[in-house]
């Protein structure tokens, strides 16, 4: 009699109400935002690391191993077109790659490899280009940070929101508006970080 009260206690018990989620945020805004912040906060901490160990362990050797110079950019249109144009061609990698990864979404061993290997390119390019410029500031100090001032921060947030299209694609196809936001987003910033590149200089 006791089991029948509580079975009947179950069925008569409201469900838990589905998470609200709020309007605005219906395309899911919210957490290509998180995305991109995590993506963002993530590669300068890799920046960081990479500048502490080099200044630290080895300044004098990735001098001679990088060889940069800071000979600056002609204040002209055309630098900044090239300038935008080479990072949007970077980009464009991440960019191929979500087609790729949605395209290998599906189960299966094999396309689940082909998943993990193409997330491998990704996380090897991400980690070279930060270990570079982190090495860069560990290596010339004061010198290189003003080479990567003011463009440096804006170019970067370009670079995560393209790593975060990537990610949001691989756990799932995000609406059509994120991934238009994402892409006009990270166009948006190399932009203006081609122009701050080009005509302001520390």
């Known amino acids: 009699m006791g089991r029948e009260r509580m079975a009947a206690a179950d069925v008569t018990r409201p469900a838990a109400p589905a998470p609200r989620v709020p309007a605005w945020d219906a395309d899911g805004s919210l957490g290509?935002?998180?995305?991109?912040?995590?993506?963002?906060?993530?590669?300068?901490?890799?920046?960081?690391?990479?500048?502490?160990?080099?200044?630290?362990?080895?300044?004098?050797?990735?001098?001679?191993?990088?060889?940069?110079?800071?000979?600056?950019?002609?204040?002209?249109?055309g630098s900044a077109a090239e300038i935008?144009?080479?990072?949007?061609?970077?980009?464009?990698?991440?960019?191929?790659?979500?087609?790729?990864?949605?395209?290998?979404?599906?189960?299966?061993?094999?396309?689940?490899?082909?998943?993990?290997?193409?997330?491998?390119?990704?996380?090897?390019?991400?980690?070279?280009?930060?270990?570079?410029?982190?090495?860069?500031?560990?290596?010339?100090?004061?010198?290189?940070?003003?080479s990567v001032l003011p463009d440096g921060p804006v170019e970067l947030l370009g670079y995560a929101q393209a790593l975060a299209l990537y990610v949001l694609v691989r756990r799932g196809q995000p609406a059509r508006a994120t991934i238009v936001r994402l892409i006009g987003g990270a166009l948006a910033a190399f932009a203006v970080a081609a122009l701050l590149e080009t005509y302001v200089q520390l």
């Open 32 to 77: 290509a935002v998180r995305m991109t912040a995590v993506a963002f906060g993530g590669v300068l901490v890799l920046v960081t690391l990479a500048a502490i160990a080099t200044r630290i362990g080895f300044a004098a050797g990735a001098r001679r191993l990088l060889g940069f110079g800071f000979g600056g950019v002609s204040p002209t249109f």
């Open 84 to 146: 935008f144009l080479n990072n949007a061609g970077l980009a464009l990698v991440a960019f191929v790659a979500c087609v790729l990864a949605h395209a290998v979404g599906a189960a299966g061993a094999p396309r689940r490899r082909a998943g993990l290997a193409i997330d491998a390119l990704i996380a090897v390019a991400v980690l070279r280009s930060a270990l570079v410029v982190g090495a860069g500031i560990g290596a010339y100090g004061s010198r290189m940070v003003r």
